[in-house]
């Protein structure tokens, strides 16, 4: 990456097909790296061997695609607390419009053969119900959205259960942090004056 290419600041996120982008790369990012973190700890000097393993790269592949909706639903119920305050009498069609979004990203992947499609088409499911909770309560700080979610994400950590030691605060924290600065980026790029008309249909 070119020096200047860095510094340029990123594009505002002002269209459906960009804010798709962002919760999509965003969510991956997000479990993806507390999974490489989290094995690298563990691993400590043999890190380097335990990434060449093909054995270690299947129980990645697995865990992430299972972790991608958790992933998915945190980062949406972060832009929807953004998003919200814009809406004003169109929020239900704003929630709508987000749910919408977040599930077409989802479908966007072909069934992982690392899953299967009947594990795949609950976590579509269970994906569904959680982006249908977060119009249920006020938006959240973006350090407290990964609470119900981190139980289940350290679960899904590529690392044999009785090597874990007790970190699953170490991993919650990992949870908040990440999130708080996707939040961040997303509160300085998003332009939700342009972008909610264009998500609930009602841009002229």
């Known amino acids: 990456m070119k020096l200047l290419d860095f510094l340029r600041r990123r594009p505002p996120i002002a269209t459906p097909e960009q804010l798709a982008d962002f919760i999509d790369s965003n969510a991956a990012f997000l479990v993806q790296k507390g999974f490489y973190e989290y094995a690298r700890a563990r691993a400590g000097h043999y890190a380097k061997v335990l990434f060449k393993e093909k054995i270690f790269h299947d129980a990645v592949d ?15 119920e972060a832009a929807e607390g953004l998003l919200r305050p814009q809406a004003g009498e169109a929020r239900d069609r704003q929630l709508d419009a987000l749910r919408a979004l977040t599930l077409s990203v989802f479908d966007k992947y072909p069934v992982p053969a690392a899953v299967g499609e009947d594990v795949w088409s609950r976590l579509r499911a269970e994906l569904e119900r959680q ?3 977060i119009g249920l309560h006020p938006p959240k700080r973006a350090m407290d959205i990964p609470e119900p979610f981190a139980k289940t994400y350290f679960d899904l950590m590529p690392i044999h259960q009785k090597l874990r030691a007790a970190e699953f605060p170490t991993t919650q924290s990992y949870l908040k942090v990440t999130l708080c600065n996707i939040h961040d980026e997303l509160d300085k790029r998003l332009d939700a004056r342009a972008l909610v008309p264009r998500l609930t249909g009602r841009a002229a």
């Open 131 to 133: 982006l249908a909770l």
């Open 62 to 76: 697995l865990a992430r695609w299972r972790a991608f909706p958790l992933g998915l639903a945190m980062v949406a």
